[in-house]
Structure formats: structure tokens, C-alpha cells
């Protein structure tokens, strides 16, 4: 079994900055991709950013230039930097990982509980 732990979330003004991290524990082999999701009221859950292992990353154009995700392979962690934070950030923000519990085994997507992100002056 694999475990998702996120922290970070919380209320930011307008302009202001956030930093999300994740961590991943349990029957790891490896993860592709490792990334955040988020979702408001009403809508679906949808890429915030991603990376993979080989270091490539993918982002949504909403957060492009504003967002930053980096990733620790060793230490099953991922980070997302938050800046110049818009009230349409807010959401309930989700870790997401592709995990491979052996060698030759699948990826099987684990998520974390999700942490509130609230963007309001």
C-alpha cells in the first residue's frame, strides 16, 4: 500500500506565494508521473503540474510562469511552488502519483486527502 501525505495549504492574498509539498511512503518502486491536481466547487479535478522521473514536467496554461513544481526522486517527494496567486487558484489541491510497487509491475494511480488552498484578500 502507498500513503500520500500533503501540507502547505492554507489562505494567501492575491500576489502572495504558497508552497505545496507531498510526501509518498509504502510499497515504492518508482512513480511517473508525481504531481498536483486541484478542484473547485462545481468543476472537475484537473492538472495543475506534473513531473516525471526523467525530470520532463507538464504544467496547465493557467499556471504557466507562475507555478513551479520540482521533485525529489530519492526521498519520494514532490514540491509545488505557488506565486502571484490569483483568486481562481482557489481549490482543493491533490498529490497524485503513478506508482510501481516492483520492477515489472504496473503504475497504479494513489492520491492524497487534499489540502484547501483559499486565494482571497
Known amino acids: 500500500q502507498v500513503q500520500l501525505v500533503e501540507s502547505g495549504g492554507g489562505l494567501v492574498q492575491p500576489g502572495g506565494s504558497l508552497r505545496l509539498s507531498c510526501a509518498a511512503s509504502?510499497?515504492?518502486?518508482?512513480?511517473?508521473?508525481m504531481g498536483w491536481y486541484r478542484q473547485a466547487p462545481g468543476n472537475q479535478r484537473e492538472l495543475v503540474a506534473a513531473m516525471f522521473s526523467d525530470g520532463s514536467t507538464s504544467y496547465a496554461d493557467a499556471v504557466k510562469g507562475r507555478f513551479t513544481i520540482s521533485r525529489d526522486n530519492a526521498k519520494n517527494t514532490v514540491t509545488l511552488q505557488m506565486n502571484d496567486v490569483k483568486p481562481e487558484d482557489t481549490a482543493v489541491y491533490y498529490c497524485g502519483a503513478g506508482v510501481r510497487a516492483t520492477r515489472w509491475g504496473a503504475h497504479t494511480p494513489y492520491w492524497g486527502q487534499g489540502t484547501q488552498v483559499t486565494v482571497s484578500s
Open positions: 509504502g510499497s515504492i518502486f518508482s512513480i511517473d508521473p
